[in-house]
Nanobody, 127 residues
Framework: QLHLVESGGGLVQPGGSLRLSCAASGASLGDYVLGWFRQAPGKEREGVSCINRASGSTNYADSVKGRFTISRDNAKNTVYLEMSTLEPEDTAVYYC????????????????????WGQGTQVTVSS
């Protein structure tokens, strides 16, 4: 059973940066597609960025393109989300998620496509 734990959230001023990490245990992330999602108060959980098994295919929500970067280190069983030029609108609980997938064909970065979820880490962007 895959277990995911996020870390790295916190309070940051607008324009600042944070790096989120998601460490996995119980299975090797090499067989999984991975994603970062977020949920702001009163809003539905939305896809932020997803990455396929070999890191060759990534996608981003329009709202974070050019500011966020997803990456994975299968040797460390960890996925990262580098966030820069943060805006108050980025305030949310951020979740990492995983889906075991044999196919190399990319899938949409949708919450309904993912099975395993972490507990979330709070990111607050405020002055």
């Amino acid at each position: 059973q895959l277990h995911l734990v996020e870390s790295g959230g916190g309070l940051v001023q607008p324009g600042g940066s944070l790096r989120l990490s998601c460490a996995a245990s119980g299975a090797s992330l090499g067989d999984y597609v991975l994603g970062w999602f977020r949920q702001a108060p009163g809003k539905e959980r939305e896809g932020v960025s997803c990455i396929n098994r070999a890191s060759g295919s990534t996608n981003y929500a329009d709202s974070v393109k050019g500011r966020f970067t997803i990456s994975r280190d299968n040797a460390k069983n960890t996925v990262y989300l580098e966030m820069s030029t943060l805006e108050p609108e980025d305030t949310a609980v951020y979740y990492c998620a995983a889906l075991r997938r044999i196919s190399w064909i990319p899938i949409p970065c949708l919450t309904s496509n993912y099975v395993y979820w972490g507990q979330g880490t709070q990111v607050t962007v405020s002055s």
